[in-house]
């Protein structure tokens, strides 16, 4: 697995060291490009076609969020769709880690429920609300839910009375990447809470979207921060390291 890190973002940082750490766990060896802010688009098309044509690299990841002069998508569109592990190609063969493992969460929630439904009409049968819409996150799972036919609400800075929103939500996603932007007395008793977004303390530690210890009593589920959703997302990147080696071998 070949990793593209560009400029210095703690929550990347973070994010890519447990896939360093989860990939050396099954025996997957991971590569290591590292950027400062200052590398040309051409310098990192040269290293993707590079990484692309070389049999022993069987996934790359161009980790988001990149610098602005970074053009991610154009760059994206490079990897051979066997190889483009993210998801984020117009073509690859691959769901995004972080959507499918939102999907997984909940599935397990459902579980727990026994609910005599399937688990999509289960989703169909709740409301919704993603709360963040941007690249890394919370566009694939806007993404992912209209590709199962579920229509969520959305809550960006822009929303109006998104509060009211909020408290009328059975399952809140939030995808901010800002401490503290869950407010807990605008959620709804027993509501299901998913928290994705990361951001970095000041003393550098990964942090999500709201404060455990505020929610957990008025919460029916929640995914903690660190080890809720983020470990169920690197393991389905590696079950994509793992279908892409299996692939090319073909």
């Given amino acids: 697995m070949a990793v593209i ?3 210095d973002v703690e929550s990347s940082n973070a994010y890519v060291r447990q896939k360093e750490l989860k990939a050396r766990e099954i025996g997957a060896t991971t590569k290591m490009f590292r950027f400062d802010e200052n590398v040309t688009n051409e310098e990192i098309e040269k290293l993707i076609r590079q990484l692309d044509k070389n049999s022993k690299i069987h996934g790359i990841i161009l980790q988001r969020p990149a610098p602005q002069n970074i053009q991610v998508e154009r760059l994206e569109e490079l990897i051979s769709p066997k190889k483009e592990i993210d998801g984020f190609g117009n073509n690859s063969l691959y769901t995004v880690p972080v959507a499918a493992a939102v999907f997984e969460v ?6 727990n429920l026994s609910e005599e439904k399937s688990f999509v009409d289960w989703l169909k049968s709740k409301k919704i609300v993603v709360i963040g819409k941007g690249e890394t996150a919370g566009r694939p799972i806007i993404d992912y839910f209209h590709k199962n036919e579920i229509e969520p609400l959305v809550v960006d800075s822009k929303t109006e009375n998104k509060n009211e ?4 939500s059975d399952i809140l996603i939030s995808a901010v990447g800002k401490r503290g932007v869950i407010d807990f007395s605008s959620l709804k008793k027993g509501v299901i809470l998913i928290g994705v ?3 970095a ?3 550098g530690k990964t942090q999500g979207d709201y404060f455990d210890s505020e929610i957990e009593e008025i919460v029916s589920f929640y995914t903690p921060t660190p080890g809720g959703v983020g470990p169920v997302n690197v393991a389905l990147l590696l079950e994509n390291l793992v279908r892409a080696a299996e692939n090319l071998s073909r």
């Fill in 5 to 7: 890190l560009i400029g």
């Fill in 106 to 111: 909940l599935d397990e929630i459902f579980g």
């Fill in 165 to 168: 929103i909020i408290q009328r």
């Fill in 197 to 199: 977004g990361l951001s």
């Fill in 201 to 203: 303390s000041d003393q």
